[in-house]
């Protein structure tokens, strides 16, 4: 594997100076000025890198230690990209993407990620749907010990669905209503479970993360003992340096 490094992120010049980060596999991690932009590397030690937990953590690390040393302008590469040589990243990404690149900066110039997943209970919530919808409550409690057919099964079960639907739209309507005006940029990600409803990413001003926590915190009182907030206030910008 001699010469073969691994990629962490890239930083304006003139980028960290005198860092002393650990980065994958307890290699030391070093920077490399390249046509006007800063690499974050280390000595990559494996061929290729598994996407396990201990890598992918050990790879934001690097990347949030870094901005914790006051190098906030950061656009973070994808996981696993190792390099044999610095012309492949000339050739490849410095030169053809001088433009876009300087953009990104540009854009994340004081500016933070910050992150949201909201959970609910479906079982939990389900119950309380029938507790509140009276319409639905009925009409279930109609058929109940009745031989049913397919078309009143499925009716019935589009019916529940539908409520449910409802019922986490206008749940998700509250957070982007209350979060989305306090965003610069704002990007809804795919959900990764299935008590998961909602998972954003918002792009707002460095100094603003306070306000931003107050309000979180607000909607988890709102919603105590009903849903599960998770709130990441601090994290490399990945959603928002995404080359065209």
Not at 65 to 94: D, S
Not at 129 to 147: F, H, T, W
């Amino acid at each position: 594997m001699a010469n073969s490094l691994y990629l962490y992120g890239i930083f304006p010049t003139p980028g960290p100076q005198n860092l002393e980060l650990e980065g994958l596999d307890k290699q030391p991690v070093h920077v490399y000025k390249i046509d006007g932009f800063v690499f974050l590397y280390s000595e990559a030690q494996q061929e290729r890198y598994l996407a396990s937990r201990k890598n992918l953590l050990g790879h934001e690390r690097v990347l949030e230690q870094a901005m914790e040393q006051g190098y906030r302008t950061l656009l973070p590469l994808q996981f696993g990209l190792t390099i044999n040589n610095w012309e492949a990243v000339r050739q490849q990404l410095t030169v053809p993407k001088e433009d876009d690149l300087r953009q990104l900066f540009a854009k994340l110039d004081g500016k933070r990620e910050v992150g949201i997943k909201v959970f609910w209970e479906p079982d939990r919530e389900l119950k309380m749907l029938m507790q509140e919808n009276d319409a639905l409550r009925e009409k279930r409690d109609r058929l109940e010990g009745k031989s049913l057919s397919m078309d009143q099964v499925v009716q019935i079960g589009q019916a529940i669905e539908q409520a449910m639907g409802d019922r986490k739209q206008s749940i998700i309507e509250v957070f982007q209503t209350r979060l989305n005006p306090l965003a610069i940029e704002t990007i809804e990600n795919d959900l990764l479970t299935e008590s998961m409803i909602y998972n954003a990413a918002y792009l707002i001003a460095w100094e603003a993360e306070s306000q931003f926590n107050q309000h979180v915190e607000a909607l988890d009182r709102q919603f105590e003992n009903c849903l599960q907030i998770r709130y990441n206030n601090f994290t490399a910008p990945f959603n928002f340096a995404q080359l065209d």
